[in-house]
């Protein structure tokens, strides 16, 4: 049985309940609930999770609660009594914060191997790579081609007033993709720089939103977005998601990636400490890293598999970009760095 529960901060009331109960019948290997927190974007086929409880005797529940950032935030806050077994979509941005405090207890999972070696940034184990991406600035093809513009080709180019009165980008500290992204002008300019462009973007016009699916849905002009922006900070596998119900498929999607101020995403998941069903989440990551798992991650999570092998569907193939030479920084930089910086940023942009 899955239960959902979904909140936009993280603090549902009926979550919170689904979540106290996971005691009353967590047990052991092989039976008891399993309470899963992930953010809200995230998703299992059905049939698929109806087969691991019948492998496995165990049932899950699935906690959403709003962004990644949002979700590490309460985790940590409840460590001592987390309010699941396991967490997915910790990310690059949010890893360093998370083991700085603990969320994770160390178990490297027996699929392991099967994942891409540069996804592996802990080798304590605490978190399991299970999907990678990147945040990249997204246009809509079709605005610019009307205007008889060519779309920024570098963040260089987005400090051009032309082009920052153009862009909506998320708030870094209620945001993953908005964080993310605040990580890759650090990792372009360094710390002496960064902050220069973005004083240069919020002069030029530039537009700040709550998170993703404001920005994507409410002030994005391209695909299914309903605004009049046609540039907005989003995912090197957006455009997939714009042409996949299109049948054939068309030789070009109403939606473009600018490779060059792309980050690299990766998304783990991990055992909380203080689980009630350790074993359960265990269990959990497994699934996570199975075969059958792993091939509904592009069209179900509009990412990347963690698993090597994993053969990638038409649309991905054709629409969605994998940067050859992506924004990285490592986690200690980004713990270390990242409460200045978005401190710095809200100074900055909302003054």
């Given at each position: 049985?899955?239960?959902?529960?979904?909140?936009?901060?993280?603090?549902?009331?009926?979550?919170?309940?689904?979540?106290?109960?996971?005691?009353?019948?967590?047990?052991?290997?092989?039976?008891?609930?399993?309470?899963?927190?992930?953010?809200?974007?995230?998703?299992?086929?059905?049939?698929?999770?109806?087969?691991?409880?019948?492998?496995?005797?165990?049932?899950?529940?699935?906690?959403?609660?709003?962004?990644?950032?949002?979700?590490?935030?309460?985790?940590?806050?409840?460590?001592?009594?987390?309010?699941?077994?396991?967490?997915?979509?910790?990310?690059?941005?949010?890893?360093?914060?998370?083991?700085?405090?603990?969320?994770?207890?160390?178990?490297?999972?027996?699929?392991?191997?099967?994942?891409?070696?540069?996804?592996?940034?802990?080798?304590?184990?605490?978190?399991?790579?299970?999907?990678?991406?990147?945040?990249?600035?997204?246009?809509?093809?079709?605005?610019?081609?009307?205007?008889?513009?060519?779309?920024?080709?570098?963040?260089?180019d987005l400090r051009s007033p032309e082009y920052a009165?153009?862009?909506?980008?998320?708030?870094?500290?209620?945001?993953?993709?908005?964080?993310?992204?605040?990580?890759?002008?650090?990792?372009?300019?360094?710390?002496?720089?960064?902050?220069?462009?973005?004083?240069?973007?919020?002069?030029?016009?530039?537009?700040?939103?709550?998170?993703?699916?404001?920005?994507?849905?409410?002030?994005?002009?391209?695909?299914?977005?309903?605004?009049?922006?046609?540039?907005?900070?989003?995912?090197?596998?957006?455009?997939?998601?714009?042409?996949?119900?299109?049948?054939?498929?068309?030789?070009?999607?109403?939606?473009?990636?600018?490779?060059?101020?792309?980050?690299?995403?990766?998304?783990?998941?991990?055992?909380?400490?203080?689980?009630?069903?350790?074993?359960?989440?265990?269990?959990?990551?497994?699934?996570?890293?199975?075969?059958?798992?792993?091939?509904?991650?592009?069209?179900?999570?509009?990412?990347?598999?963690?698993?090597?092998?994993?053969?990638?569907?038409?649309?991905?193939?054709?629409?969605?970009?994998?940067?050859?030479?992506?924004?990285?920084?490592?986690?200690?930089?980004?713990?270390?760095?990242?409460?200045?910086?978005?401190?710095?940023?809200?100074?900055?942009?909302?003054?």
């Amino acid at each position: 049985t899955v239960v959902v529960a979904c909140g936009d901060d993280g603090t549902d009331d009926d979550a919170t309940e689904g979540s106290s109960s996971a005691g009353d019948d967590a047990g052991g290997e092989g039976g008891g609930e399993v309470v899963v927190i992930s953010h809200d974007s995230f998703g299992i086929d059905e049939e698929l999770l109806a087969r691991f409880e019948a492998d496995t005797g165990y049932s899950v529940t699935l906690q959403q609660g709003g962004d990644a950032v949002e979700i590490v935030n309460q985790a940590i806050l409840t460590v001592d009594d987390p309010q699941g077994d396991v967490l997915y979509g910790v990310d690059d941005a949010t890893l360093g914060r998370a083991l700085d405090n603990d969320l994770f207890v160390p178990y490297e999972a027996d699929a392991l191997g099967s994942v891409r070696d540069e996804l592996v940034l802990d080798d304590e184990h605490r978190v399991t790579p299970i999907d990678h991406g990147a945040v990249c600035v997204n246009y809509d093809a079709e605005w610019f081609e009307a205007e008889g513009m060519e779309p920024p080709a570098s963040l260089d180019d987005l400090r051009s007033p032309e082009y920052a009165e153009l862009l909506v980008v998320e708030n870094p500290a209620a945001s993953s993709p908005g964080l993310a992204f605040v990580i890759a002008t650090v990792a372009e300019y360094g710390e002496d720089g960064w902050l220069d462009w973005w004083s240069d973007v919020a002069d030029g016009g530039a537009t700040v939103a709550s998170d993703w699916t404001e920005a994507y849905y409410g002030r994005f002009s391209g695909g299914s977005g309903e605004g009049d922006l046609p540039l907005v900070v989003s995912y090197g596998s957006s455009p997939p998601a714009e042409v996949m119900e299109m049948d054939p498929l068309p030789e070009a999607g109403p939606t473009g990636v600018i490779e060059d101020t792309c980050v690299r995403q990766i998304e783990f998941a991990g055992v909380l400490a203080n689980a009630e069903n350790p074993e359960g989440a265990q269990a959990f990551i497994e699934f996570l890293l199975s075969p059958e798992f792993q091939e509904t991650v592009p069209l179900n999570l509009f990412v990347y598999p963690a698993v090597e092998s994993v053969a990638l569907p038409e649309v991905f193939e054709r629409f969605a970009v994998v940067p050859d030479d992506p924004y990285v920084l490592d986690a200690d930089t980004i713990a270390e760095g990242r409460d200045r910086w978005i401190d710095e940023w809200t100074d900055e942009v909302l003054r």
